[in-house]
């Protein structure tokens, strides 16, 4: 019985975390700020980003990230690049933290799922 309790305690735990994995139902397609829209959506309009002391900012400069990623078939984020920050490497962490957290889903044009590639610059003050 104790064997048994371990098993399913050690399959739970693991199921739990485990990483999501790419869902790609077709080849992705780049797509621009002016036409993400017709693809996918953002779920979650408001979202805040709590960095580790250890890896937030040590001086608060505004600043901005841009971010490349991917908008799998399932609308979750992956393989964040950043293109441009600035100030350079200050907002980096935070920049793919709140990438990471947005949730999109598919836009009613988007019937298949089409997976994207965006470029979204993210504003920190």
């Not at 735990?13 to 002016?34: F, I, R, W």
Request: hydrophobic share 40%.
């Amino acid at each position: 019985m104790k064997t048994l309790l371990l098993i399913f305690f050690s399959i739970l735990v693991l199921g739990c975390t485990s990483t999501p994995e790419v869902a790609l139902n077709q080849k992705p397609v780049e797509v621009t700020n002016d036409n993400v829209g017709k693809y996918w959506v953002l779920k979650n309009k408001e979202f805040s980003v709590n960095l580790p002391l250890r890896r937030a900012p040590k001086k608060l400069e505004e600043g901005h990230v841009t971010l490349r990623f991917l908008i799998d078939s399932n609308g979750n984020t992956f393989d964040p690049e950043i293109i441009e920050s600035v100030p350079e490497g200050l907002w980096d962490n935070a920049g793919v933290e709140a990438m990471s957290k947005q949730d999109f889903i598919p836009a009613e044009s988007n019937t298949q799922n089409i997976p994207v590639y965006f470029t979204q610059t993210i504003f920190f003050k």
